[in-house]
């Protein structure tokens, strides 16, 4: 692919993805006019070591399920190969195939635009890519950023969706209808997945 197109890459632990993701990725897409948006669920995110993961190949699949209806959004597996997941090396891993930093759009909520600065090496964030973040119910707009950062915020209307809300409704024996997409759904009471609470 050249870097011609514009894409989104947008990362995270999805455990599980739900529609809060998917307004997010579908807002930047339609908004910005991105030819593409990659999925890229994360392996081992270093923020949450101490924190207990669904397996990678289950995550992976539900986003998979959640994604698959849409052509315009694809599902990446370059982070499940590393032992870390660095978002500067996804980043880099599209700049090395062509792509400018005008055509890279790392999407993240504002919660995470906060904690970029503390991030391993996020000088190569800011100087490869856009940064577009989803504007959150409690966080703000201003932050110290570098000159050479380039940020676009979106809204998408309030979305107060967590998946961590969503395990604990499954352990509790609540509804998840709407949350998350019907195929996901399934697959989670299929699977038996969060009934423990993790």
């Known amino acids: ?15 599980p993805i739900h529609t809060g993701h998917l307004i997010l ?5 339609s908004l910005l006019d991105l030819d593409r948006v990659y999925f890229l669920p994360t392996a081992n995110p270093p923020h949450k070591m101490m924190d207990r993961l669904t397996e990678f190949a289950v995550r992976e699949r539900m986003v998979s399920l959640a994604i698959d209806d849409n052509p315009l959004f694809e599902l990446s597996r370059i982070e499940g190969k590393r032992e870390i997941s660095f978002t500067y090396e996804t980043v880099l891993h599209f700049k090395e195939k ?3 930093k005008g055509d890279i759009h790392l999407l993240v909520g504002t919660d995470s635009l906060a904690d970029i600065p503390d ?3 996020p000088e190569l964030i800011y100087s490869n890519s856009t940064i577009v973040a989803l504007k ?3 966080y703000g707009t201003a932050w110290p950023l570098p000159e050479e950062a380039a940020v676009i915020f979106i809204e998408t209307g309030s979305n107060s969706i967590s998946s961590s809300e969503i395990r604990k409704m499954v352990a509790e024996g609540r ?3 709407y949350l998350v997409p019907g195929r996901v759904e399934e697959f989670i009471i299929d699977n038996r997945l ?4 993790s």
């Open 1 to 15: 692919m050249s870097g011609a197109a514009r894409i989104g890459i947008f990362g995270g632990s999805f455990d």
């Open 25 to 29: 990725a579908q807002s930047a897409q």
């Open 98 to 100: 062509g792509f400018g």
């Open 119 to 121: 991030w391993k090496n």
């Open 136 to 138: 959150r119910p409690g």
């Open 175 to 177: 509804s998840i209808r």
């Open 194 to 197: 969060y009934l423990n609470g």
